[in-house]
């Protein structure tokens, strides 16, 4: 959804008089368009299914990282699963989890 898709706002007199259908609505469809709305009809506030909140979170946070994972595959950085275990001290961790042997294989 981008800034154009966005609906009209609403006031806040009818978000708070609607509340109880807008989170019926989000309950009944997790991918329901936002509720955009403030005082006068000026966009102020959002309220929106939580997944929809927790997906853009994902991708904020994919954003985030994603210079610095570019940048440490680039200079050949980084640490394999099984180094990550050892480095945590769950060496145990390893053969439970399947990587050892690939490890071990390759």
Sequence with gaps: MSMLDL???ITTI???SGLSAILGRFR???TAQPVVFGNHRRAEAV????AQF???LEIVEDQTIAPTVAER???GGG???DELLDDLGMHELKSEAGHGSAT???
């Design 7 to 9: 609906p009209q706002p």
């Design 14 to 16: 009818e978000a708070r």
């Design 28 to 30: 009944a469809d997790a």
């Design 47 to 50: 309220v929106m299914p939580f």
């Design 54 to 56: 927790e997906r853009m």
């Design 73 to 75: 595959i680039a200079s």
């Design 79 to 81: 640490r394999d699963f």
């Design 104 to 106: 071990q294989a390759q």
